[in-house]
């Protein structure tokens, strides 16, 4: 929590006028709701940049600012101190000015602090203030390239030896390696390709695949029979696909992590999925929603019974969604069950059943034994096919809430996908409450976000031009915002996701439609005449906002001009 009264900070911003009066004072009490500080209710709500937030705060507390994002780092002084010192306290030296190491900290009241980071410094130190957001993503300075590290430790092991268990220690270590750097890096996936004479190793951060290291062949075979033996997989198989788990414990968690292996022709490719839990504790609102769409939802989920569908593809973000409102409905007075496969996270408090092929678990059985169980609300991880879709239907015309996925490009879509899988239309009007389409954009990266203005027609050559206009105005030249790249972010430009949304309630009129067998082109039309938003609207109000680049969104709606 921060280290001044937090009111000073809501009444400088009030004086200041940029943002509404009422809405700071809406922020503010929700923060003190949550027990978060007002700082981070205000930077989630994107209503004011880091930078701009730290410069008010740093005049708060009387102290020159500092946005580390925009200064060259000397790596020399960056170093005087230790990294686990600098990021447990919060404080990185970063220049030398004037014979003074200039420091950079969230905590410049801390005099203490300050007095033993200069007997550790043995210099003379200027303290600036630097916001917490700007001192952790600045903190990836002091990690090495996973690929010198890599090489650095080939040099010291010898996975060769003819002590088995030397050469296995040197493996582990690997293994250890890369694990480590994809949690660090907030990977989700880890993905090590054999080639003809390397193997690949490539991490997926936010929804992309990067390349980070390249391995010789033969450690990528001893690699990928750790990481077997890791997950008590079969090591003497090498012509089937197995599938397992492993669990490694870091430094604020146990790891749980999905282990895919499958023969190809070079040999053995494995995946590994990473479950932390730094992907699954966000709200609703923190995954982009705006206040408009939580309104919708939020009545969808009082509702004792009905249905609520999310949709889009695979990793579009539909089970972070439904663990989201899972959490928002999980009270003791309920009793919640899911199936689920797999089960990603576990939720204290709710009954998860993992899907079973093998025992015959199937979506279909385990909710039909589930609606045996006495529930109030009921997660069915996704409807694949018809026998499941009817099961739930009436799960939800029975006086139960069910949650659930399928896979259609939009909102509009689903009702006809659910009478394609002989739902009498009937049904399907009278049990679904809403339905909620989304993709996940990539976030620009704070740390190197920069402004450009670009001529409208620039704009207007990507995207729809009445939604341009609607939402940046009639003007001739647009300031919109991008990522010019750093090592916080990979150099992508990227750090982050966050959902564009588009929710379609079955009011009255759509109803009726759903009822005469409407195709999805008339439910969209008349959806948006009822105020729906699209996700390509949402995801330009995103881009008005300095959320995300027009690119992302194109990429994630594949939108044609």
Known sequence: MPQYDETKLLTSLKEIGVIDAAKLDQIFEQSKRAQISFEAALIKSNLITDKNLGQTVAEILNTPFVHLADETLDDSVVTMLPASYAKKH?????????????????????????????????????????????????????????????????????????????????????????IEYAYETKASDIHIEPYENISQVRFRLDGVLHDQVQIPKDVHENVVSRIKVLSKLRTDEHLSAQDGKLRRKMEYEDLDIRVSILPLVEGEKCVLRLLASHGKDFSLSELGMDEQSLEKITKAYSNPHGMILTTGPTGSGKTTTNYAVLKMLNKREVNITTIEDPVEFDIEGVNQIQVNQKTNLTFAAGLKSILRQDPDIVLVGEIRDAETAGIAINAAMTGHL???????????????????????????????????????????????????????????????????????????????????????????????????????????????????KANADVLREAAIKEGMITMLEDGIKKIASGATTAAEVLRVTRTEA
């Open 90 to 178: 919060l404080i990185i030296p970063y220049k030398l000015e004037n014979g003074n190491v200039l420091l950079a900290t969230n905590n410049p009241q801390n005099s203490l602090l300050l007095s033993l980071v200069k007997q550790k410094l043995d210099s003379n130190i200027q303290v600036k203030y630097a916001t917490q957001l700007d001192l952790e993503n600045t903190f990836s300075i002091y990690k090495k390239d996973l690929q010198t590290v890599f090489n650095e430790m080939m040099e010291g092991l010898n996975y060769k030896s003819i002590n088995k268990a030397e050469g296995e220690t040197s493996i582990a270590n690997i293994v250890d390696l890369f």
């Open 402 to 516: 069910v949650l659930s996925t399928l896979h259609t490009n939009d909102a509009a879509t689903t009702l006809p996908r659910l009478i394609d899988m002989e739902i009498e239309p009937f049904l399907v009007a009278s049990t679904i409450n809403i339905i909620v389409a989304q993709r996940l954009v990539r976030k620009i990266c704070n740390k190197c976000k920069v402004s450009k203005e670009v001529p409208v027609k620039e704009l207007e050559a990507k995207l729809p031009k009445n939604l341009t206009k609607k939402h940046f105005g009639k003007k001739k030249t647009l300031t919109i915002y991008e990522g010019k790249g750093c090592a916080v972010c990979n150099h992508t430009g990227y750090s982050g996701r966050l959902g564009i949304f588009e929710l379609l309630e079955i009011t009255p009129e759509i109803r009726e439609l759903v009822m005469q």
